[in-house]
């Protein structure tokens, strides 16, 4: 079994960007409970690949942006 | 605390309650020597009746605590807002599926001990009554036991696959 991926995510960065969209508008976009995007802001919750492209589509922004491999990103720091 | 851990907490609370009272109801009647399996059955439908019943009293109670809730706590906010909170905040998605996939699987495990021990008890010639017992408390505390999980994991979090 390969290892776990560390997955986080610039939601609460991206959302300040967009004129301080609220968690709100951010779910009522995605088609999910504000409680889904608290819980992904607090990394309590990875999405599936589905919702991970419509959170990226209510920022206008390519998914890469929106959530970050932490793995990947060490290994091309090296 | 999330609104649906709270919403699951009132669920489990309303079930136990229930449970209780069917446990000293049932404890009350054995004792006085009813022991017929036809007696115990429509006993039991009642109560299952009465459990919906009450489910469903409390879950429309909760909304209208919670929208009174959210009112209070945005004066400032108009009935637009407040209703699109409220159907927010109430919406069923991923999440909500996978945590209930999660803690239906828990109540299945209630649910198939107590089978098994109804058939052992029903096989060592036990009594009915008890064996039926068995069979319906298990998946009684399976549905709270799920309920338990839920909030579990709506606390905790919980991360696809």
Known sequence: MGKKLIITNNIRKLRFNMNEMTQLELAEKAGVSRQTIVALEAGKYSPSLELAFRIADAFSVPIGDVFINERKEKYYDK | ?161
């Open chain 2, 1 to 161: 605390m999330t609104v649906k851990s709270k919403r699951t907490i009132t669920s489990m609370l309303v079930s136990t309650i229930l449970l209780i009272a069917y446990i000293a109801f049932a404890l009350k009647k054995y004792s006085s020597g009813q022991e017929s399996l036809k007696t115990w059955a429509i006993t039991i439908l009642i109560f299952i009746g009465i459990t919906v019943v009450a489910q469903i009293i409390i879950q429309i109670l909760y909304h209208i605590v919670f929208a009174i809730g959210i009112a209070v706590k945005e004066r400032e906010c108009n009935e637009k807002n407040i209703d699109r909170t409220i159907s927010s905040s109430m919406v069923e998605d991923e999440m909500d599926k996978l945590i209930s996939l999660k803690s239906t699987n828990i109540s299945f495990i209630f649910a198939g001990i107590g089978f098994l021990a109804y058939l052992v008890l029903l096989a060592f010639g036990g009594p009915a009554v008890l064996a039926l017992h068995i069979l319906f408390g298990s998946f009684l505390t399976g549905v709270i036991a799920a309920g338990g999980v839920s909030v579990y994991f709506y606390e905790r979090g919980i991360q696809n696959g």
